[in-house]
């Protein structure tokens, strides 16, 4: 099963601004969509950003304009730039793809702390 990494994670005052990395053990080109997700304590994780396989871009509504997710084919890496951080984005941030059908192996995720 591909196996994903991520990183970037770390304490940011509100107003701030990170870059999240994901490397994954297999092809990201090959994939279907790569995304990445969050999961604030108490809560049920969520989608906040995808990339599909042409590129095609899509955003939870809190995060648009925020939030960017993008792709390097030659680093084989997807990224999550974070911009006007908010308390409310404090969660453990995942990412994950989708290959033939078959979602990856969830990683550890990285912690991701907006102080106000």
């Known amino acids: 099963q591909v196996q994903v990494e991520e990183s970037g994670g770390g304490l940011v005052q509100a107003g701030g601004s990170l870059r999240l990395s994901c490397a994954a053990s297999?092809?990201?080109?090959?994939?279907?969509?790569m995304g990445w997700y969050r999961q604030a304590p108490g809560k049920q994780r969520e989608l906040v950003a995808r990339?599909?396989?042409?590129?095609?871009?899509n955003y939870a509504d809190s995060v648009k304009g925020r939030f960017t997710i993008s792709r390097d084919i030659a680093k084989n890496t997807v990224y999550l730039q974070m911009k006007s951080l908010k308390p409310e984005d404090t969660a453990v941030y995942y990412c994950?793809?989708?290959?033939?059908?078959?979602?990856?192996?969830w990683g550890q995720g990285t912690q991701v702390t907006v102080s106000s």
């Open positions: 994950n793809g989708e290959w033939a059908g078959r979602v990856g192996s």
């Open positions: 297999r092809s990201i080109f090959s994939a279907n969509a």
């Open positions: 990339i599909l396989s042409n590129g095609n871009t």
